[in-house]
Structures are given as C-alpha cells and as structure tokens.
C-alpha cells in the first residue's frame, strides 16, 4: 500500500505518494499564492495531491489514506486547522473536505510534527524513542517525539517552541508579543538581521552578493560571505547563532532528548551552524555532568521530512 504525505507551507505545497520503505515515488509541487483565501490554499493541496498520484503512476486503489501537515494549531480528533498565523486558516475543517473530495482517510497534523514523525522513523532520530526536531524557516517550529508517539498536550498546540521568549521586551514576533525567539532565530529573522547590518555598513562583501539590491538577501547570505572572512557577515552570524543556542539550551532542559535535529534551510550549513550551537550548549545547560547527553545533529531527510511524516500520521493512530 501507498500513503500520500503533503507538506504545506508559506511557500509551496508539496505532496508526494510514499510507499511502505518511506520513498516517495512521485511528488506533486504548488506554489503558495500570496494572500491567497483559505478556498484557495485547498484547491492548491488537491492539485498538488492529484499531480502526486499522476506522476508516481500508483493507481488510487493502492492509496491508503491522505496526510496533510500544516503550519499553526490543529485539532487532530475533528480535523480542523484552528489557526495559523501566516496562512488565512480560521476553524477550517480540512479533514471532512479531503476525504469528501477522494473518498480516503484523512488525517491533519502540524507541520513540525510531521517532520519531526519523518525524521525519527526514516532520518536521523531513527532507533530511539525521544527525539527532537527543530524546523528554522519562516517561522521557528519543533516536534517532540517521545515514546515514538508525538506529543501534542492537551489541546493538540504542544511544540511552539517559537513563541518562548529569549529577550524581555525585544523584536515583535508575528504572535504579537515581543521577544519571541522566532524573532530572532527564525530565517525571516536571520534575513532582517543582514540587511540591518548591511544598512550600516556598506563595505561589506554582502552588498557584491546581492548586487546591491538589498531585497534580494536570503538567509544562507550573511554565511556565503562570513565563508569570505567577512567580518560584518560574521557578526551576523555569531548574534544568530547566539540566539539559536539561547533557546535550543531551553529546550533540552526542559525535554533531554536523546537526539535533536535541525533542519531548514539554515539547517544546511552543518558544521558552520552546529559546532557553536554545541558550544554554547555544552558551557551551558543545566545537566552538564550526566553520563548520556543529547545529540545535536542536522536533519536527514531534508525537504522531504515533513512530506513521509505526513503520510505516516495514520502510523500514530493504529500503533
């Protein structure tokens, strides 16, 4: 049997059908439309889903069952997206118009949660029961996987590890408190971060990557060129990966998973990004002197995480 996985973002929405070793043997790619309705969105899903199925040429009759993951808060027993803050969801019950329109099962989960489902039973938490994983895009999200079942606490909202704040009274998040550390340690923060810098200083090499037009900076920027000896860019990335460690310190006080992931874009850098996070981890959290410690590595799967734990959100039902 085969299992249709959909990643749904700010960005894209990526479906693909995944068979029973978790490859994904076709893949159906939407982009997100820019203040597009909640309507609209769903249209995109099912024809990201449609294309998916068309181009793994797995017949429907093989398809066990449909798994969306979704940014913002969801109630996983009735199938509503309740919100997400970038997205126009508001109580929409996706559940029941999936299943309506292919007659499948249907099940919805946070997006973080399916990456981090993807990675701990196909990528790098594979083999253990606690696992973490920490996704830096637009936003800053986290599954927490223990026992191998996701944790998602009383009202399914367990994991928005990006509104913990690391700064009293600092950047607004998009939440509307301040000092969240998705404000700081998120892509979108690591963007305003550079231009901020380049603002100030306009002989740094950064300029030359973006040929002087400073919309056009993205987060691996202030990397590309602190890999040039660029001292400004350095500055950017030491603060960003201050930041990034302040919280990741948080989290594994508060959980000590076995293993903690990190994935995103950010999350290619490898050893640029996490040597120092381990640094400031092993100066300074909590349980120093224990024998087991947590592993701090990047994710496996890549884009790909969030689309095979999507898929195998019925996994967590039946076992």
Same mark, same amino acid.
């Given at each position: 049997m085969y299992r249709i996985g959909v990643d749904l973002s700010g960005k894209n929405i990526v479906s693909g059908v995944v068979d029973e070793n978790y490859r994904i043997v076709g893949k159906g790619n939407v982009r997100t439309k820019k203040n597009s309705s909640a309507d609209d969105i769903i249209a995109d899903i099912k024809e990201s889903i449609r294309m998916a199925v068309e181009y793994s040429r797995v017949d429907w009759s093989e398809i066990k069952c449909i798994g969306i993951?979704?940014?913002?808060?969801?109630? !996983?027993?009735?199938? !509503?997206? &309740?919100?997400?803050?970038?997205?126009? @969801?508001?109580?929409?019950?996706?559940?029941?118009?999936? &299943?309506?329109? @292919?007659?499948?099962?249907?099940?919805? &989960?946070?997006?973080?949660?399916?990456? /981090?489902?993807?990675?701990a039973l196909a990528g790098a938490g594979n083999g253990v029961d606690n696992f973490m994983a920490i996704m830096l895009g637009k936003g800053v999200g986290a599954g927490i996987v223990i026992g191998g079942k996701i944790l998602h606490g009383c009202n399914d909202a367990a994991g928005e590890i990006g509104h913990m704040v690391v700064k009293f009274g600092g950047e607004r998040c998009s939440c509307g408190r301040r000092g969240c550390w998705e404000a700081y340690a998120s892509e979108s923060a690591l963007i305003r971060q550079t231009q901020d810098a380049m603002s100030k200083n306009f002989d740094t090499v950064m300029w030359d990557m973006?040929?002087?037009?400073?919309?056009?900076?993205?987060?691996?920027? /202030? @990397?590309?060129?602190?890999?040039?000896?660029?001292?400004?860019?350095?500055?950017?990335?030491?603060?960003? !990966?201050?930041?990034?460690?302040?919280?990741?310190?948080?989290?594994?006080?508060? @959980?000590?998973?076995?293993?903690?992931?990190?994935?995103?874009?950010?999350?290619? &850098?490898?050893?640029?990004?996490?040597?120092? !996070?381990?640094?400031?981890?092993?100066?300074?959290?909590?349980?120093?002197?224990?024998?087991?410690?947590?592993?701090?590595? /990047?994710?496996?799967?890549?884009?790909d995480a969030g689309i095979i734990g999507a898929a195998l959100l019925d996994k967590q039902i039946e076992d």
């Open positions: 993951g979704t940014p913002g808060t969801v109630n !996983i027993k009735e199938g !509503i997206i &309740e919100y997400a803050s970038n997205l126009d @969801f508001d109580n929409t019950p996706i559940k029941q118009i999936i &299943e309506e329109d @292919f007659h499948i099962p249907a099940y919805i &989960e946070n997006d973080a949660n399916c990456v /981090a489902l993807g990675e973006v040929s002087e037009d400073i919309r056009k900076v993205e987060s691996t920027t /202030a @990397f590309d060129a602190m890999r040039e000896n660029d001292l400004v860019a350095r500055e950017v990335v030491n603060n960003y !990966i201050y930041y990034l460690s302040v919280g990741i310190v948080n989290i594994i006080n508060i @959980f000590q998973p076995q293993i903690l992931c990190i994935g995103g874009g950010i999350g290619s &850098e490898g050893e640029m990004l996490l040597s120092p !996070i381990r640094y400031y981890v092993k100066n300074e959290h909590y349980s120093i002197y224990a024998k087991q410690q947590t592993v701090i590595c /990047a994710a496996a799967l890549g884009n």
